[in-house]
């Protein structure tokens, strides 16, 4: 059920009340080893707030680990400037900086942009409002949005969109953009769900989301104007690997019902028939088996086969070994009885995540004629993962149907 929290107490910022020890907003800019950045960073941010923000303020950096001289330029910047700070964390990640200096604020309207600014931060204010009257627990940048004005590349524009797909056919998500790196929470709402959030790194925002989501509480999304930094460091396929394992993580949970019980009542139900989260777990596993090996034939064919019939081939191979281990070890069914019509009816569900795949690739190719290899496995991994969720549903429903 979704409840509608009460507006804050908020004061308008001024000569006497800025310098508050509570503010209204807590802003937190995360950075590891970006001494290049921070200070002009940090200086425009303070600068926007200080003419053009109605309502107290803090800007907390938070350095993950930095082994330049960021941490010395915050730490320059909080003796310089009023409202800003520098905390140290001795351990990376955006999600454990998140969590641990949202934890420990004492503002009521937590909030965070990336180093880079790419979005525009005029959207700060409708961004925190909704949260600060009530009308809104969470609130998000979205660059997917109609209202949307984005600059970036096309093979970030499609492994976004492949990405916020995933997420929609997997967990049955409703919001438009999980990764968008401007976010605000009120922080009664984040003492709820930050202790049930595990991800320490770049999935902590999409966790976030759907705990807050089957938590029953109400996410407002700000159309962003947004450009990409081309300058970023963030490795795109480890960070793809590392959110295909954080959404089978949380599917499990969810089915099992234990993310249920550790947030309370308010989480819409998600138990699944007996027997099927045993099941999921098997297919999990076996899922990533069958997609590592299918990465590596891909890999090993593509040079002389070209992209699409090193797709088809990498998948035949692997869908006949996947169909087998399923039949075995997720649906227990042994010996010869039905093992040829098994396959057959596997293969066709092949022919089903041939054409996700391809799809995808094509899509790929018309919006990024040059992608290399690496932006082409990154997006093969997403397609896999949206055919991956087919293949469950139709081996429990129609192959192993008799073995459920």
Known sequence: MTTTAEPLPVAVAGPAQIGCPAPVLDL????????????????????YLTRSFPFTFRITIADNASTDMTLAIAQMLQAQLEHVRAVHLAAKGRGRALRSVWLGSDAAVLAYLDVDLSTDLAGLLPLVAPLISGHSDLSIGTRLARGSRVVRGPKREVISRCYNALLRTVLRTQFSDAQCGFKAIRADAARRLLPVVEDNNWFFDTELLVLAERAGLRIHEVPVDWVDDPGSTVDIVA????????????????????????????VADTELPPGMGRQLGRFAAIGVASTLAYLVLFLMLRPTLGSFRA??????????????????????????????????????????????????????????????????????????????????????????????
């Open 311 to 404: 797709n088809a081939v990498a998948l035949l191979v692997t869908a006949v070994a996947n169909t087998g281990a399923n039949r075995r070890i997720t649906f227990g069914t042994r010996g010869p009885a039905r093992r040829v019509r098994h396959q057959v009816e596997g293969l066709a569900v092949y022919g089903l995540g041939l054409a996700v795949t391809s799809a995808a690739l094509w899509l790929l190719h018309a919006a990024a004629p040059g992608a290399g290899t690496v932006v082409e496995v990154t997006v093969l991994v997403a397609a896999n993962a949206a055919a991956t969720l087919l293949r469950f549903v139709l081996f429990r429903a129609w192959v192993f149907r008799s073995s459920r």
């Open 28 to 47: 937190v800019i995360p950075v590891f080893n970006e001494e290049q950045d921070l200070e002009r960073s940090v200086l425009a941010v303070h600068s």
């Open 239 to 266: 960070t793809a690997m590392e959110d295909l394992r954080g959404i089978t993580r949380v599917g499990r949970g969810l089915a099992s019902g234990v993310l249920r019980r550790r947030l309370g009542d308010a």
